[in-house]
């Protein structure tokens, strides 16, 4: 199946700082991903829209200075936390469309998630 | 009002034993998608199953099969021989169309904490 993966797995990070996560399609190519921020036990929340090659498309409430979303390419969007805060502290997730594969155009494939702590 | 409701926050099965997962949905669509998503405690989410709403046969995936009623609007996930490793997160989730064309976003109930007792 198609393979999604993310990095960095965990960062911790001061209040201040700004962090950069990957998510990259392995074996694919995405024009769509999504990020996602889940918190514990809860389920997920969609942040933004990752299109390749134009701009991401966010939720409502998610600011968007705050989590910059760049899709450069068809396999790797990224997602960055600036000025990042511990109320910032969360697990962050991102899926990718394989639009060509064998599953159903919609399914999403995840990445592993990347647990940012900010203190 | 939601969309995904996923009532049984937990359940627990026997090893060997079948588990149903309950899903309802709530769309006025006419094309929908349905996903099933496990989440182990690692935090990644598998992909299971999906069904279309336009599919006419359940759709079956190995241990996992969905029992697909359209007109009650429910989309319950059913493993049968429970396995130690199935214990997890069940996300069921949605796909509607949007109009001015889709964009495949997914709408995600709240989960099941599934516990597979040995």
Request: glycine share 8%; net charge neutral; charged share 20%.
């Amino acid at each position: 199946g198609a393979v999604v993966s993310q990095h960095p797995s965990r960062v911790i990070c001061k209040s201040g700082t700004s962090v950069k996560i990957e998510c990259r399609s392995l074996d694919f190519q995405a024009t769509t991903m999504f990020w996602y921020r889940q918190f514990p036990k809860k389920s997920l929340m969609l942040m933004a829209t990752s299109n390749e090659g134009s701009k991401a498309t966010y939720e409502q409430g998610v600011e968007k200075d705050k989590f910059l979303i760049n899709h450069a390419s068809l396999t790797l969007s990224t997602l960055t936390v600036t000025s990042a805060h511990p109320e910032d502290s969360s697990f962050y997730i991102c899926s990718a469309r394989d639009v060509i594969g064998l599953a159903p155009e919609d399914t999403q494939y995840f990445g592993p998630g990347t647990r940012l702590t900010v203190l | 009002a939601q969309k995904i409701t996923q009532t049984q926050p937990g359940m627990f099965v026997q090893e060997k034993e079948a588990v149903t997962l309950d899903c309802t949905y709530d769309t006025s669509d006419q094309s929908y998608g349905l996903f099933w998503y496990k989440q182990p405690s690692s935090g990644e989410m598998i992909f299971l199953i999906y069904q279309g709403s336009y599919d006419e046969q359940n759709a079956t995936e190995g241990r996992y099969s969905l029992n697909f009623q359209k007109a009650r609007k429910s989309a319950n996930l059913v493993i049968s021989a429970s396995q130690l490793g199935d214990s997890a997160m069940y996300f069921c989730a949605m796909r509607e169309e949007e109009s001015g064309g889709s964009n495949y976003k997914l709408t995600f109930g709240k989960g099941t904490l599934l516990t597979v007792n040995p």
